[in-house]
Structure formats: structure tokens, C-alpha cells
């Protein structure tokens, strides 16, 4: 794995080794934030990670880590996940191995001290028998807990308290309290003469256990990542000095000509150049269906070649293929923490200081007040309170739903960028919806021409498509593709200008032109004649006409259709069915886009809305109490996207903008935006069930840890089952959080 030994003011992404409870987070999370340069740092408990923003040195951040008894390791780009995996295999074997150990000694001795087997305290026999015992005892903590000792004592040098803190006091005290009745046993009344050997071995054997599995399930929710970091190939085979040769991926340079044979995946992303093929690209956009590619058309790293052979020039390589965009922003968004994960954190960072004070509390109270022998009631109540209250699971409840969740959208071409954006999907009441590229296909198609005397359809489309060469717009491509058809040479444009919303303007043999809509030709005073009328009536058909005007007279109509998608009107009956209100915004005109919006099945039209008006439409909905989701092809809608409370940018293959929304539609289609809401609210459900049963278990488990039940009922919670309870309570919470994976 490597390491960067330069000051880097981009985002530092750290595998923390250590952290044993959600207490540790906020211990870490200090730690690296007085490192001078440090702009935010945060910790995930769920993966042991921690994203560091600011201009600082990677080995600074481990210094300070170390010195709060962590270790730190830099994570960076695709790197190979073999040698993290192996590492977190060797350490869930050597938690198994010190459960093991440490079972073999205080199960043997648990089940004699429930039949009676072991012999009472004093005498110079039994004193030689528990000598021994305290002696194995000491080496199997050592062996098995020596760990919890180590952070406990470095955690204390800082003052601070985490799950370390509690199982050392707990099991730490039953060493020393029972060696010391053994060796003063003639001066302990009959009451005290008890050892709590097997409960101090026992209680590390259910912890060490309790780490592996949850070590285990916890692995399981990483598997998006290491499935898309599978998916870049190692080795490439370039085109050089006309001979092919393999090299590794680190060596490809930008706009190396690289063949990708049938059965391969694309290394890099680039343009095919020669030859043609059908492309799987789901691992991009989550549709199963291939694509054709043909010279011309971008692929992307990892996408899966199946037919043809082909050659393509790299165009982005490293960092910057998509595949590393998308890993980067799963990363981001499972590291995040949503509003209740921040004040989950914050509750674990005190809770350990104050179940401290409650197991003192206990002890007083059995002492003073307890039923004979009451010292010994009085501790095993405390060491209970002490191992049975560790809030890891509080801690995980959160970030270990939001991974799960982050990497099964993934998996499926939902692109979350932030973990808020996440837990509000679910919450959304309105959700506005761009027309072009969104609700439809965003491909226009000239379908008709019509024109005024004196004029032909192939001049009306010559000087029209003339002006519009070089732009991008939806229109203008259309415009040119059908020049292109009717092979229409394209003539000289001067004084060329955009107006945004409203069409173009520029000079054709010395004249002025205008190619727009009717708003802009009553702005020029352009005379319109009947071709006015014309327009309201193609208008109302569902298309696009726009007219084009010489020497401010309107000389022709050019009619553009932009279908709606396939899979649009499946999506919005499903929205509807979610109960979510749908608005659909554009800048087209009134009639169109209302013939368009009925065609779609939805009800509230916005027409004519610039693009940077479409945040105050948002903000107007926000207004009136909505929670408004905002979906749009992430640039021209940016503003709205940034002012909604989720922004869904639009993004097709390779062209996608993933700084544009909160969450981005890696396939374009607009049946991501139900899937992202379904997911959200079954995340946030999964969420609360982790919650309550965490929090139930804490605020539950203390109290009959206490003996809270003892006077009423004579239940009293055994030590050695409170290791277990706290053990599993984690390991629920993580496979409960699995589930998530497997959601449709």
C-alpha cells in the first residue's frame, strides 16, 4: 500500500488500527484535528477509516495517532485491497486464537465452579491450587486482553475513557481482588473469601469472539469497493512504434493507443478510434444491456468488452478515469455522517466516563446496603455495569448502515455523494424535474421544416444550422445532424452570440439572423407573419419549433422532438406512488411543455424557466414546507441542484458530472430517482432498528447489571453474560445492517 510523505492539501483517506468502540471516534478525531494544518478530520468507526482535509504532512497525522495509542496507515487511489484483506484476516484469526485460549481456561473452570468442584479458599492446598490458577489467569489476560490494557493505560495518559478503559477496570479488578483473597483469605470473613478467575477469562473469551465476528460481518460491507476495485484490469496493451505490448497500468500515459481484445476489460478511459464492439457497462450505469461502440464513442475503465477488438486513446488515466471518480465518492459518502451519526458520536464520547461512575455508584450502593456476603455482591455488580455497557453498538448503529447502503446504490449506478443526502432521499415531499435529457431523451431530432415564400427547407436549414455550428445545445445537435443527412454544406457565421434561454444570434453574408423562440422574435421586433400561429399548433403537438429570422423577417420553422424515455413514465407513476408531488421545469415553451408533461403523466408544469431561475421555483417550494429533490443534467441546473435539500444530477456514461448533485444517476435514467428514495427510506428504517435496539440494550442492560431486579425478583446478571450480551450486541447490529445488501 503506498504511502505519501509530502504535504498534500487534498483529502488524506487513513486506515485507522485500534479503535475498539464509538468512544475511540471522537478520542482519533481530537487527535488529528490539532494537527496544525488539519481542516476537518472524520473518523468512521465502520470501516476504521478517516478522511483528513488540509494542507498537512500524512506523517504528521500518524505521529498523533500513535501518540493516543493508534495507528495510522495512508490509503490512496485503487490500490490493491489483497493486502488489506489479508491483514484483516490475520487479525480476525488472532482474535479467534485469543478467545480460544482464553475459553480453554475459563470454560473448565466456569463449569467446576457451577458444580462445585473447586475448592474454598485458605489452606495451604487450595492455596496452592488458586496460585496456580491466578498464575494461568495472568498469562491468558496478558495473552488474550493485553490489548484492552495497552489502550486503556494510553487512553488514560490523555484522559480520556473508551471500551478499553472498561474492560481492563473490569477484568483487571477481578484478577487483583481475587488474588488477593487468596493470599489474605485468613483475614476476609467467610463472605469474601470468593475468586473471579473464570469471570475475567470468560468475559475476554465473549469480547475476543464478539471482535471477530463483528470483524467478519463488518468485512461484508466493504465488498462494493473491493468490487469496484476489482473491475480495473492490472495490465494494459499498448500500441508502441507499431508493436503491442502488456505493461502495467501505472505506466499508461495519456492518449496511448491501447487494444482491448474480446473477453478484456477497458484499462483506462479513452475514445475508440478503430474498429467497433458491444461494451457491458454496468458496472457504470447498473443497466444490464451492452452497448454498441463505434470510433468516436468514449469507454470507460473497467467496463467489460464482449464482441469486437478495438483501439482506443487514452484520455484520462489514474485518478481521473470515472471508475476512480466513483470509488472516491463512495468512500466520501460512506465516511460521511449524517446529522444523527454526529450526535451518536458525540453521546459514545462521554458514556464511558459516566457508566464508570455508575459502576462506582453500584459498588457503594451493594456495600452499604447489599444482602451478606455484600462486598461480594457489590463487585460483581460493578464489574457487570463495567463490561456490559461498552456503546459499540450505539457507534456502529449508524455508519455501518450508511456503507452498506452507499455501496449497494453503487453497485446498482446510484452514485451517493454524501451520507446527508442519504438519510433525506427518504424525506423528500416535491421533486422537480427537468424536461430535456431527464423527463426525455435530451437527443432531439429535426422532424420537420417549414417555410415562408421565397425560402426552400435546405437554405432555411443551411443558415440555421450554420449558426448553431459549434454549439452544444440539445437543438443545435439537432439541427446539424439533419444538415448532416441532407448533406447541407454549412456557410460562414461573423458576430456570433448567445442568449441565454431564448436562442442565438450572429451574420450570414452581412445580415443579421435570429434563431429562437417567439419571446425572443417579439423582443427584436421580428416581423412573424403566420408563421406565429403555426408555431403555437407544433407547440401543441409536443414539439420543439424554433424559428429562424433574416433581416428581422421570419423566413422559416424548424420542428424538433425530443421523445420521452422509454423507462420515464414507469418512473413517475412509481414517484406518485411513493406520494411525492412532481413539478416539471424547463425553459421550453408553455404549450410544448405542457403536451410533454401530459404525455409523461405529470400534473404541475413550470414553462419558460431560465436556468438560473430554476433554484427560485425550488426555494418557492421550500417555502411552503416542501422537501423538494431537485433532477437535472448537473450543469445547466447546477444553482437548483445546490438550493434543493437532494439534488439528483443526470449523467450518462463517461460525460457524467459528479460534482453536480448529492446524488448522481450514473445511467441517466430517471427510474434511479424511485430506487434512491426506496433505499433511503429503507436505510433510515434500518437505521432506527439499530438505534433502538442499541439504545434499548444500553439504557436496559445497565440497569439490570446494577441489580435494579435483584430486590423484586432475585435476578442478578452475571459477568461472564454481560461479556457475551455486549459481544453480540455489536454483531446484531452489523448483520442487521447486511440486510441492506440484498434490498431490491
Not at 487 to 516: C, P, Y
Not at 723 to 730: F, K, Q
Request: a negative charge.
Amino acid at each position: 500500500m503506498t504511502e505519501i510523505a509530502t504535504p498534500s492539501s487534498e483529502a488524506i483517506r487513513l486506515s485507522i488500527a485500534g479503535m475498539r468502540c464509538a468512544g475511540c471516534v471522537e478520542s482519533v478525531e481530537t487527535a488529528l484535528r490539532t494537527v496544525p494544518g488539519v481542516i476537518s478530520a472524520d473518523v468512521s468507526f465502520a470501516d476504521h477509516t478517516a478522511m483528513v482535509r488540509g494542507d498537512v504532512d500524512p506523517e504528521k497525522l500518524k505521529t498523533a495517532l500513535k501518540d493516543v495509542g493508534y495507528d495510522g496507515a495512508v490509503m490512496e487511489g485503487l490500490e490493491d485491497t489483497s493486502d488489506q484483506q489479508a491483514l484483516e484476516m490475520a487479525r480476525y484469526q488472532d482474535l479467534l486464537k485469543k478467545a480460544g485460549v482464553a475459553a480453554l481456561l475459563g470454560g473448565p473452570l466456569m463449569i467446576a465452579e457451577h458444580l462445585h468442584w473447586l475448592p474454598m479458599l485458605g489452606g495451604f492446598f487450595p492455596g496452592v491450587f488458586w496460585s496456580l490458577v491466578a498464575y494461568l489467569t495472568y498469562k491468558v489476560m496478558r495473552y488474550s486482553g493485553g490489548h484492552f490494557f495497552t489502550g486503556a493505560l494510553k487512553s488514560w495518559e490523555h484522559r480520556q475513557a473508551n471500551m478499553d478503559t472498561l474492560i481492563a477496570l473490569g477484568t483487571g479488578a477481578a484478577w487483583f481482588y481475587s488474588t488477593a483473597a487468596i493470599i489474605f483469605s485468613n483475614s476476609l470473613p467467610p463472605s469474601g473469601r470468593h475468586a473471579y478467575f473464570e469471570a475475567a477469562v470468560t468475559i475476554l473469551a465473549f469480547i475476543n469472539l464478539g471482535g471477530a465476528l463483528e470483524m467478519r460481518a463488518r468485512g461484508r460491507t466493504s465488498s462494493a469497493i473491493r468490487s469496484l476495485i476489482g473491475l480495473q484490469p492490472r495490465t494494459a496493451r499498448v500500441m508502441r512504434e507499431g508493436v503491442e505490448t502488456d505493461i502495467p497500468i501505472s505506466e499508461v500515459g495519456l492518449d496511448e493507443v491501447i487494444r482491448v481484445r474480446p473477453g478484456e476489460k477497458v484499462p483506462v478511459d479513452g475514445e475508440l478510434i478503430e474498429g467497433h464492439s458491444t461494451v457491458d457497462e454496468s458496472m457504470l450505469t447498473g443497466e444490464p444491456m451492452p452497448v454498441q461502440k463505434y470510433p468516436g464513442d468514449e469507454v470507460a475503465c473497467g467496463t467489460f468488452n464482449q464482441t469486437g477488438s478495438f483501439l482506443f486513446k487514452a484520455t484520462r488515466i489514474g485518478r481521473d478515469t470515472v471508475l476512480a471518480q466513483i470509488i472516491a465518492s463512495v468512500r466520501n459518502a460512506q465516511a460521511s455522517k449524517p446529522e444523527i451519526a454526529r450526535l451518536v458520536d458525540k453521546i459514545a464520547a462521554v458514556f464511558v466516563p459516566v457508566v464508570v461512575g455508575i459502576s462506582l455508584l453500584t459498588f457503594l450502593i451493594w456495600w452499604q446496603w447489599g444482602p451478606a456476603p455484600s462486598f461480594g455482591y457489590a463487585f460483581v455488580t460493578a464489574m457487570t455495569v463495567l463490561v456490559i455497557a461498552c456503546p459499540c453498538a450505539l457507534g456502529l448503529a449508524t455508519p455501518i448502515s450508511i456503507m452498506v447502503a452507499v455501496g449497494r446504490a453503487a453497485q446498482n449506478g446510484i452514485l451517493i455523494r454524501q451520507g446527508d443526502a442519504l438519510q433525506s432521499a427518504g424525506k423528500l415531499t416535491a421533486i422537480v424535474l427537468d424536461k430535456t435529457g431527464t423527463v426525455t431523451e435530451g437527443k432531439p431530432r429535426l422532424v420537420g421544416i417549414e417555410t415562408a415564400e421565397g425560402w426552400t427547407e435546405n437554405k432555411v436549414l443551411q443558415w440555421a444550422a450554420s449558426l448553431e455550428t459549434g454549439s452544444e445545445h440539445p437543438l443545435a445537435t439537432a439541427l446539424l445532424a439533419g444538415a448532416k443527412e441532407r448533406a447541407v454544406e454549412s456557410l460562414t457565421v461573423t458576430d456570433f452570440s448567445a442568449i441565454a434561454g431564448h436562442g442565438v444570434r450572429g451574420k450570414i453574408s452581412r445580415r443579421n439572423v435570429l434563431l429562437g423562440n417567439l419571446p425572443l422574435m417579439k423582443q427584436e421586433g421580428v416581423d412573424c407573419g403566420d408563421l406565429a400561429a403555426r408555431m403555437s399548433a407544433l407547440a401543441a403537438e409536443g414539439q420543439t419549433p424554433v424559428l429562424l429570422a433574416v433581416s428581422k423577417k421570419a423566413v422559416g420553422i424548424l420542428s424538433v422532438s425530443d421523445p420521452i424515455k422509454v423507462d420515464s413514465l414507469d418512473a413517475i407513476a412509481r414517484m406518485k406512488e411513493l406520494g411525492i408531488r412532481l413539478l416539471m421545469v424547463t425553459g421550453d415553451n408553455e404549450i410544448t411543455a405542457r403536451a410533454i408533461a401530459r404525455e409523461a403523466g405529470i400534473d404541475e408544469v413550470r414553462a419558460q424557466v431560465l436556468p438560473q431561475d430554476k433554484a427560485s421555483v425550488v426555494k418557492a417550494l421550500q417555502d411552503a414546507g416542501e422537501t423538494v429533490g431537485m433532477v437535472g443534467d448537473g450543469i445547466n441546473d447546477a444553482p437548483a441542484l445546490a438550493q434543493s435539500n437532494v439534488g439528483f444530477a443526470i449523467g450518462t456514461g463517461t460525460d457524467i458530472a459528479i460534482e453536480s448533485g448529492d446524488v448522481v444517476l450514473m445511467s441517466g435514467s430517471l427510474s434511479k430517482v424511485p430506487e434512491t428514495i426506496s433505499l433511503s427510506r429503507a436505510t433510515v428504517r434500518n437505521i432506527q432498528q439499530n438505534l433502538l435496539g442499541a439504545f434499548f440494550y444500553n439504557v436496559l442492560a445497565i440497569p439490570v447489571a446494577a441489580g435494579l431486579l435483584y430486590p423484586l425478583f432475585g435476578i442478578l446478571l452475571n459477568p461472564m453474560i454481560a461479556g457475551a450480551a455486549m459481544a453480540m450486541s455489536s454483531v446484531t447490529v452489523v448483520t442487521n445492517a447486511n440486510r441492506l445488501r440484498y434490498i431490491k
